[in-house]
DNA sequence: CGGAAAATTGACTTACATCAAACTCAGTGG
DNA sequence: CCACTGAGTTTGATGTAAGTCAATTTTCCG
C-alpha cells in the first residue's frame, strides 16, 4: 500500500542524525559513557514536583510530559523521543511528569555533575543553554497553538510537526507512527478525544491523510495540512545555538 | 473607596525589591551603568524575526509581547513589566514583537557583550539560565492554562497573578492597575474581546471584583478567584536559581 | 479466541464566537 | 470649561464549533 514511500518513525529517530556538530560532541561528552538505563511503558521516569535530582537523555522509545490539574483535568505539554533531553527546563521540581508511552531506554546524569561540567566547558555550557531556549520556543510555539488555532488547525499542525520532527523534506507524504493514544492527542491540543476522533474521521474522508491501524498513518497532502495548521510550521528551528554578535536597530 | 487597601500597580514594580541577592548583584553588573533609554507607547522596542542583537531590561512601563500568524491572528505571549529582561530566551532572531503600551523606559545591552560576561562570570551565567527557566515555566504554565481552563477560569487565572506579580499576600483584596487594553488581554488567553468584557462584568456581578474606570480593578476576593482558576496560581516560582545536587529517587 | 482497552460514530447540549448596536471615557480644540 | 471625537468598552441577539453522553466497533495482547 505505502511501498514508494519512505517509511518513518518517531521511535529510534536521533536528535541531530549522524553530525559531527558541536551540539552532538557535547551529548557525546555528557552521557556517552553513562550506562543505559530501561524502563516499561506506563512507569514514570520523574514526576512533577519531585526534587529534580537527574537529567535524562531518551535512547529510545517515547514519553508524555504531562500535569495534572487540582481539579484532575491533564496537560500534556509535550512529548519526548530519542535524542531528546528532559529536565533541564526546571528549577528545583520538575515540572510536569515523564512517562512512558512505549518501553523506554535513557541515561541519566546527576544535576550536579552536568553543573559542574557546564561550569568548565563552554560547549556544555551552550548545549545546556540551547536545550533551555529550544523549550522557551516550542513552549510558546504551543501557546501560539492553543490561543489562536481552531480545532481542525491544532489537529493538522500537530500531525505536520510530527512529521517534521521525524524527517527533513516537509513537503513530500510521510508515514509516520503515532505511538500515543487519541487522549494523549487530545489532552496535547486542549481537545476531547471525540473530536480528535472525529477531525480524524474529516482529514481521512477528505483525503489529506490515510491510516493503517491505530498507531500508522499517511500524511498524503503535506501542504494542505500545512495550510490547514496557518503555515505555522517552523519558528521552532533546531541548528545553531550559540549567540548572535551582530546589531542592527540598536547601536552597541 | 478603597482608603483602607494598600494601593499597588503593575507599573513600577521592581522585579527583586530592595534585597541584594545574588540575581540583584548580578542585574546590577549587567546593566547598572548602561544609559537608560525611552520609548513612546505604542512603539516597539524590537519586532519577531529581528536579528536577536541585545537584551532588554524595563526600567518602568509595560510591554505587551506578541506574534502575528499569517492569517492575521495575533498571540499575546505575555507582557513585559519593570525589571524583567527581554530577549534572553530567543536565537537567531525574536521570538516575539515587543510594544510599549505605556511610555517605556529602559536599557540594553548587546548580546555579545552578555555572552562574553556570562563566560568570565559563573553569577552571570546562572542569572542568564534562572531567566530562561523562569521563560520556561511561565510558557508552560500558560499552556496548562490555554489547554485546560475554560474562559471564566481563564480570566481568574490572569487577574490574580498580576495580583500576584505585584505583591506578596495573596490572600487579602488586591486593588491593582490594569495597564492592557481588554483586547490584549483577550489574545493573551485566546478569547474574544466580548466574552473578556462579559467574564468581567459577570466578576462583578457576583462580587469577586470591583472595577473604577477601565484600568483599576479591585480583587475583592482572592480565594475565590484562585478557585476559579483551578488553584493554578504559582508553579512559576521566582526564588532561588541554582541547580540542585540532592539525588531523590534515582542513585548517582 | 476472548476480553478489555481504545477508538469511532451519533444525537444532543452548551460555551464561546460573531455580528451589531450603544455607551464611556480620555484627550483636544473651540 | 465644555462639546466633539474616536478609540475602547459594554451589552444584546444569534450562530456554531466543540463538548457531553451514550452506544458500537475495532484493535491488539495475553
Redesign the interface.
Known sequence: MYASQKVISLRGMPLAASDSSPTTVAIENLFGSLPTDKIAAGRAL?REG?????VFEIESGCVRLY?I???G???V?GFGYAGDVLGV????TY??TAEAITPVRFR?L??????AMA?ES?LI?SF???K??E???T??Q???V???LRAEERLAYFLVSAARRARQDPSRPAVLELLMTRLDIA????LTIETVCRLMSKLKRIGLIASQGRHWLVLRRMNDLRNLA???VD?G?AG???????????P?
Open positions: 520523574f519531585d526534587a529534580a535530582s537527574q500535569r490539574l487540582p481539579n483535568r491533564r496537560a505539554i527546563g526546571c528549577k528545583g515540572l510536569v541519566r546527576a544535576r550536579g555533575r552536568l553543573q561550569a563552554d555550557q545546556v543553554t540551547a533551555l531556549r523549550e522557551v520556543s513552549s510558546q504551543h501557546i501560539v492553543l490561543g489562536q489532552d496535547h491540543l486542549g496557518g503555515e505555522l519558528a528551528d545553531q545555538f550559540t549567540l548572535m554578535q551582530s546589531s542592527a536597530r540598536w552597541s
